[in-house]
């Protein structure tokens, strides 16, 4: 479940994103709990294209709405991922949320962006995109952390029916990803091999 500052976050950046007419998809814990894994977020997390846009443009028209650099300079690179950090206080909070835009400038990223899944999520109480959960998985291994791990195996356990485990396996194949998703779905299913 989102908490009320956090959702409130989500809802001022997707309006503010709204004019700009970018695509975008939730990902991160929000997306995590989308597909069934609930776990508490203290952030929002967003895949963006951003077409012809210079990064620049979007972080002076999301000033507008009150949404402020983390950093300077605002984008930060991360293993050649573009992210843009932003803080926001909503009305009635007490405290900055953070919220990571991760520029889709990767053929997976852009792929991700063009499968995002349209849902209804209550706590925002409107249609979000969200990243497809296969993709998801992949953007958990492409992070690596600890609690990414982790995501990644409960989303697969959980998901399994579901998963286009074809459409998964050529990324992992694609990103050279094998031994990490080897380990994750030995440990959503133990003693099975990866079909």
């Not at 908490?3 to 814990?29: F, K």
């Not at 597909?35 to 979007?58: M, P, S, Y």
């Not at 249609?127 to 296969?134: I, K, P, R």
Request: with cysteine.
């Amino acid at each position: 479940m989102l908490s009320e500052a956090v959702a409130s976050s989500l809802r001022h950046l997707l309006h503010a994103l709204h004019s700009l007419n970018l695509p975008s998809a939730v990902m991160g814990g929000v997306a995590v709990a989308t597909w069934n894994h609930f776990r508490a977020t203290k952030d929002v997390d967003v895949l963006l294209g951003i077409g012809g846009q210079e990064a620049g443009e979007i972080i002076a028209h999301l000033g507008r709405f009150g949404f402020r650099p983390k950093r300077d300079p605002p984008v930060l690179t991360i293993e050649g991922n573009r992210i843009i950090q932003l803080v926001y206080q909503p009305p009635d909070a007490f405290l900055d949320i953070q919220l990571d835009l991760m520029l889709a400038d990767s053929p997976f990223q852009q792929s991700a962006l063009s499968r995002r899944v349209s849902v209804r999520l209550p706590a925002v109480d409107q249609e979000v995109g969200v990243v497809a959960c296969e993709d998801l998985i992949i953007l958990k291994l492409l992070a690596g952390r600890m609690i990414d791990r982790a995501d990644a195996a409960a989303l697969i356990r959980i998901n399994r029916n579901e998963i286009d485990l074809e459409h998964l396996l050529e990324w992992v194949r694609r990103l050279g990803l094998g031994d990490d998703f080897e380990e994750i779905w030995h440990e959503a299913f133990p003693g099975e091999s990866v079909s």
